[in-house]
């Protein structure tokens, strides 16, 4: 699978936790630490961000994909539409989330979090 990373830095344990929790190997790691200018327009901003993570249309829609959003929420909002145009579903995401008590402040994989199955329960919830 190809993995999105656009947050902090994944460590070694990171990586093993996503592939345990995924069932597959990282076969592509692209990481892009953003930072979004919130007095500018965020979709142009998104649209850029994901343009350049330089996959092309074949593999946006073909190959196995798993996100990281941006910690900024709306930045992920708005990437996360621009991802469902170029792929035709909703990725599946990685949530993290802080260490109780870490000093410095670190940071786990929680779970993956598979956004097209809770978008298609919900359409029967209509």
Known sequence: MILINLSHPLTTAHRAKIEALAGQQIERLIERMPHFEVAEPLAEQATALVAGLGLSAVEWQQEPLLLV??????????????????????????????????????????????????????????
């Not at 995401?93 to 956004?115: G, K, M």
């Open 69 to 126: 959003p941006p910690a900024l929420n709306f930045a992920a909002v708005a990437v996360l539409a621009e991802l469902h145009g170029r792929c035709g579903y909703f990725p599946p995401l990685v949530r993290t989330r802080p260490v109780v008590d870490s000093l410095p402040p670190q940071y786990e994989v929680a779970e993956i979090i598979n956004l097209q199955a809770l978008r298609d329960a919900a359409r029967q919830r209509r």
